[in-house]
């Protein structure tokens, strides 16, 4: 929107409530009609509101006039937030309220007496600069919560343009921060940004129809269209750079206000004190500067330097001194010296002081100068739900969380460049991995890494993945997993770094991502792996543990044990051996909608056992074992309820993996993620005589990702006609066929 188109909507808004006003026989003195609040436009905006409060002096009777006023804005089809206050009384709300201060700040004359509402705009400006420094952490307080709770619009898979970080409440609160005089806030670009952030809510109100502030995966290809931006990605991208710049102002501003605060009250002039604190660098305040010696143009690691002090000390990297580096210092060589390899470990390995200085980094431009490659993923959405970051983002906390974990490697270097890398190949056709692993390769080369490390770095993008996907969907107990992974680390040391790498990237993905279930797979996968390159040769298969078996197991009943975990809980049932038994005990839990994440079973003499790991807690054996009597007599058929109601968006697949086993006949099944998925290909096995002796479950986003480790009932793997009998039956059962 141009500014003239916006001035223009800003005067019909203005035009309205002057006619209502004088429609409704408002006086020329002692009352006024304003418009407040900083989060909406007070104009006539597609599905905005116009927030209007009717002022009046004490003495004024504002009643008949109030009663008058409203109407005929209801009738123009505007949509009003109103009220009615005496203008002592906005003063005292104000004063108890720090919320209705904050809108209060905002004051446009509409109608009435212009005295008036300039004394109200003064009155309340005076009392928020008055009592600033003390209301200030309550408003840091509130802000923070918010962004806690909502997350980063910038990064987060649904951005919400108001109440975000970076959205229009933190420049509504910017705005209020100006006002106080107390510190500095480039207000200019911060209205600039604020005014685009307010169009693209225009346009997103228009795509929903309704008054909304979230961006929904579905809309940005309408935005894009509305924005004249070739595509959706281009719309996230102008969005959320939108909000990553009001997210950088907002950060950097709270800082020196926190430094403000914790100042004592400043008794005469002050001078700025530059605190030396390494070569060309120096502190000033909360603020890594130049000092005055500095040098860029001769000196090519001062950016680096400068940032990792920053980072290392967590405080601002002030951006024009970013800024002025991006421009003046002298290029990288090719290879980078020793000295600026460090640094770059130095600033990687900083902890939590790393996201505020990398967010300046990128929006000064200076981190062109480090890692040109950095554009591949900046801004770039995941495609997997499952992740709360952007691409770049998730990459941050990575490091982030990485630098936690550097004491249990021997190469905590070759550990931090490989989590600022290995997501690198993402936003290509070529899966990511694949694709990253020569560009880390390059980059890490150029960073002066010798071979072995660049063969470390290499190895680690390539296979980031390995340790999770193969703990989560891989039966640990087959020795061919272990022996996949050794085929693909090939040492103890990138054992480690991959173990490592896999617990930083997991957590910076989700909290779910790596729970004590997960943790302990991939933990345990690591181990059985590390002794199996230890010792040169492949652990030999697991012997099922012996499990006493109860009395009235041994008379052909069924036993139900129920062991509380950290996050969920084991179940344990031995009963007369059978094939169908697993599919049975899968549809008890999947009625009484507990998600399995691993299922196991083996024969005992003429007895089996099964060991179910569940993502609930609480369970009583009591309850199962009477859904198991009801399923096993035939008064309840979980496949008839579990069966899929109509046709996925996706259909399942089915495949079989050879190379996955040489004991079992391994089925890997996608679907839908959806209760019953278990049960059903259990079921569709048990049909065709087919035992199943282990499942794993993982859950990507809405899909699930089971794999299933078969044999015939007589034992042995199956022979390729029925394992593509039994992926075909799996297939139609999952289908609803």
């Known amino acids: 929107m141009t500014a003239a188109e916006r001035a223009a909507r800003t005067e019909q808004a203005d035009a309205l409530c002057l006619k209502a006003y004088d429609g409704a026989g408002g006086p020329e003195s002692g009352m006024a009609l304003v418009a407040v609040g900083g989060y909406g436009r007070s104009e006539l905006a597609p599905h905005s509101d116009l927030d209007v409060v009717l002022v009046h002096d004490e003495g004024v009777d504002p009643g008949e006039v109030a009663d008058r006023l409203w109407y005929p804005l209801w009738d123009s089809g505007v949509r009003v937030d109103h009220s009615v206050r005496a203008l002592p009384e906005m003063v005292t709300t104000a004063e108890a309220d720090v919320k209705v201060a904050l809108g209060s700040l905002d004051v446009r004359h509409l109608a009435g007496d212009p005295g008036l509402s300039l004394r109200l705009r003064t009155t309340m400006l005076a009392q928020w600069r008055r009592g600033a420094r003390e209301r200030l952490p309550v408003v840091e307080r509130l802000v923070r919560a918010r962004h806690d709770l909502v997350g980063e619009l910038a990064h987060v898979s649904v951005p919400d343009l108001k109440e975000a970080e970076g959205g229009l409440r933190d420049a509504t609160v910017l705005r209020a921060l100006v006002a106080t005089w107390l510190v500095d806030v480039p207000h200019v670009e911060l209205e600039r940004v604020r005014l685009a952030l307010l169009d693209v809510r225009d346009l997103v109100q228009e795509v929903a129809g309704r008054p909304s502030d979230r961006v929904t995966p579905e809309m940005w290809a309408e935005l894009a269209t509305r924005l004249e931006v070739p595509d959706a990605r281009a719309a996230q991208v102008h969005v959320r750079e939108l909000g990553r710049r009001i997210t950088h102002l907002s950060r ?64 601002v990297l002030a951006p024009p001194t970013a800024a002025r580096l991006a421009r003046e210092c002298a290029p990288l060589p090719d290879p980078w010296p020793a000295e600026a390899r460090r640094l770059l470990v130095r600033l990687l390995a900083s902890g939590r002081g790393l996201v505020d200085t990398w967010d300046t980094l990128e929006e000064t431009g200076a981190l062109g100068a480090v890692l040109p490659e950095w554009e591949r993923i900046r801004l770039l959405p995941h495609a997997s739900a499952i992740h709360r970051f952007t691409v770049d983002r998730h990459v941050v906390e990575t490091c982030v969380e990485a630098s936690a974990l550097i004491r249990t490697v021997a190469r905590p270097d070759v550990l931090m460049v490989a989590a600022l890398l290995h997501d690198i190949g993402k936003g290509s056709l070529t899966e990511h991995s694949v694709a990253g692993e020569p560009i880390a390769r390059d980059i890490a080369r150029r960073m002066g890494f010798d071979a072995e490390a660049v063969e470390l770095v290499g190895t680690l993008v390539r296979w980031h993945l390995l340790l999770a996907e193969t703990a989560t969907t891989r039966d640990p107990d087959d020795p061919a997993t272990v022996e996949l992974v050794t085929s693909r680390v090939g040492s103890a040391e990138a054992l480690s770094l991959l173990t490592a790498l896999t617990e930083a990237d997991a957590k910076a993905t989700a909290p779910k991502a790596w729970s004590s279930w997960r943790a302990g797979l991939v933990l345990d996968l690591a181990r059985r792996t590390r002794t199996a390159l230890d010792t040169g040769s492949a652990p030999a298969p697991v012997v099922p543990e012996e499990v006493p078996v109860p009395a009235e197991v041994r008379r052909g009943e069924v036993s139900f044990a129920v062991e509380e975990l950290a996050d969920g809980a084991r179940v344990t049932v031995l009963a007369p051996d059978r094939v169908g038994l697993l599919a049975d005990l899968a549809g008890v839990l999947a009625l009484q909608r507990l998600p399995v994440r691993a299922a196991r ?18 369970l009583d054996p009591t309850v199962l074992r009477t859904r198991y009597d009801a399923v096993r007599s035939g008064a309840v058929d979980p496949t008839a309820r579990l069966r899929p109601a109509g046709p996925d968006v996706l259909a399942p697949t089915v495949a079989v993996r050879p190379e996955a086993s040489a004991q079992s006949t391994v089925l890997e099944v996608r679907a839908t993620d959806r209760p019953g998925v278990v049960h059903l290909v259990c079921a569709a096995l048990a049909r065709l005589g087919v035992a199943v002796r282990s499942a794993h479950v993982d859950t990507l986003g809405p899909q699930a990702v089971d794999v299933f480790y078969v044999q015939e009932a007589d034992a042995g793997p199956l022979p390729d006609s029925r394992a593509a009998e039994a992926a075909h039956a799996v297939r139609a059962a999952l289908s609803g066929e």
């Open 601 to 618: 079973a083996w024969a005992q003499d003429q007895h089996a056992v099964a060991v179910f790991e569940v993502a609930a807690g609480g």
């Open 252 to 315: 950097l501003t709270w800082r020196r206000v926190d430094d403000y605060l914790a100042r004592p009250a400043a008794v005469g002039a002050r001078r700025p004190a530059l605190t030396p604190i390494a070569p060309g660098v120096a502190l000033a305040g909360d603020e890594v500067v130049l000092d005055r010696g500095a040098r860029p143009a001769d000196d090519p690691v001062l950016l680096l330097r400068a940032a990792a002090e920053a980072a290392e000390r967590d405080v």
